[in-house]
C-alpha cells in the first residue's frame, strides 16, 4: 500500500507526481528543484543558493512524512554543470552527518526551468 505525502512547505508538484510516497519502510521523494515555495519561483543567486533550496524542500517534504536527512539512505544528484559539483557538494554536505547516505550524481544537459541542480532521496523508517 501506498500513500501520498504532501506539504504546502514545500514547492506543489508541477506535474502529475507526488511530492513524495510512503510506501511502508520506504519514502520516496520526488526530484527537487530550487523553487521558493510561497512564491514558485526559481530563488535568486548562484548554485550555493539553489542547493541550499533544494535541501530545504527535500526537508519539509521528509518533515512531512516524519522522517529527517538522518533517515536518508541515497541521494541522486543531477546537476547541469560538473564544474559546480564542489559548490553542491559543499553546500550539501552543511545539512547531513555521518554515517552519510549512498549517492550518484550525474551531469544532464537540462533540468525544468533552467536550473542548475535536482535532488530525489529515499529514506528509511
Do not use: C, W
Amino acid at each position: 500500500m501506498k500513500k501520498a505525502i504532501h506539504t504546502n512547505k514545500a514547492p506543489q508538484a508541477i506535474g502529475p507526481y507526488s511530492q513524495a510516497i510512503d510506501a511502508g519502510d520506504l519514502v520516496f521523494v520526488s526530484g527537487q528543484i530550487p523553487l521558493n515555495p510561497e512564491t514558485m519561483e526559481v530563488v535568486e543567486g548562484d548554485i550555493t543558493e539553489q542547493t541550499k533550496q533544494v535541501m530545504n524542500n527535500l526537508d519539509a517534504i521528509l518533515k512531512e512524512a516524519g522522517l529527517s536527512f538522518k533517515n536518508v539512505v541515497k541521494f541522486t544528484i543531477y546537476i547541469t554543470n560538473m564544474d559546480d559539483f564542489g559548490a553542491i557538494n559543499e553546500a550539501y554536505a552543511a545539512y547531513l552527518e555521518e554515517p552519510y547516505p549512498a549517492r550518484a550524481t550525474v551531469e544532464v544537459s537540462q533540468l525544468p526551468k533552467g536550473v542548475g541542480v535536482e535532488m530525489d532521496v529515499i529514506a528509511k523508517k
